[in-house]
């Protein structure tokens, strides 16, 4: 069983930064392949990023070249760097972990872009 927990949410203005974090509990989180999707109002969620155990990543088309996606599996932790933020990105954003079939979900953590 494994939980996650997202930190590092808020109110920024457009152009600014934040950076995510996602704790997890349990053991083996360097087996764990780990995202950060997000869910904007009356949307569907969607992946941001992604970050296997061997350090290949993926990030969607819209968060390319502003957003960065990073671990430290010492800290059983996973980040998301996100800079020049936009209105559109405003969304809930989860933390995921998977392995084979196996997933789990954090509880979310609110990120708001207006002036």
């Known amino acids: 069983q494994v939980q996650l927990v997202e930190s590092g949410g808020g109110l920024v203005q457009p152009g600014g930064s934040l950076r995510l974090s996602c704790a997890a509990s349990g053991r083996h989180f360097a087996i764990y392949k780990m995202g950060w999707y997000r869910q904007a109002p009356g949307k569907s969620r969607e992946l941001a990023a992604t970050i296997t155990t061997t350090d290949s990543i993926n990030y969607a088309d819209s968060v390319k070249g502003r957003f960065t996606i990073s671990r430290d599996n010492a800290k059983n932790t996973v980040y998301l760097q996100m800079n020049s933020l936009k209105p559109e990105d405003t969304a809930v954003y989860y933390c995921?972990?998977?392995?084979?079939?196996?997933?789990?979900w954090g509880q979310g953590t609110q990120v708001t872009v207006s002036s």
């Open positions: 995921n972990a998977m392995w084979g079939l196996t997933t789990y």
